[in-house]
Nanobody, 123 residues
């Protein structure tokens, strides 16, 4: 079973908004570090928001000011509010996590993944 389940993707017009959610399954390990990544076929995966349990977030320059990651720590749910979407935001969006706090801002170390949710933005 996939430990993280993303939802909220879809097809929108440029300038519109979407909100993604990431919910750990009952069997998922502890995930204090949680983040959002995206990938376009043929390109490297891009980390776009890495969060800690203490309401701090590291954003990629490409989304800073437009995307906001937030967490419901009581339920360990991660969200990504995406505003003013652009065609270049089109990608598969993945939620990922790590069990150790020291790796929260080390996206390359994340080792717990969801299956992704597709976001398509048309001009």
């Amino acid at each position: 079973q996939v430990p993280l389940v993303e939802s909220g993707g879809g097809s929108v017009q440029a300038g519109e908004s979407l909100k993604l959610s990431c919910v750990p399954t009952e069997d998922a390990p502890s995930t204090p570090c949680m983040g959002w990544f995206r990938q376009v076929p043929g390109k490297e995966r891009e980390e776009i928001a890495l969060t800690t349990p203490y309401s701090s977030t590291k954003y990629a320059d490409s989304v800073d000011g437009r995307f906001t990651a937030s967490r419901d720590n009581t339920k360990n749910i991660l969200y990504l509010q995406m505003n003013n979407l652009k065609p270049e935001d089109t990608a598969m969006y993945y939620c990922a996590a790590h069990s150790h706090l020291r790796y929260c801002y080390s996206g390359a170390s994340y080792n717990i993944w969801g299956q992704g949710t597709q976001v398509t933005v048309s001009s």
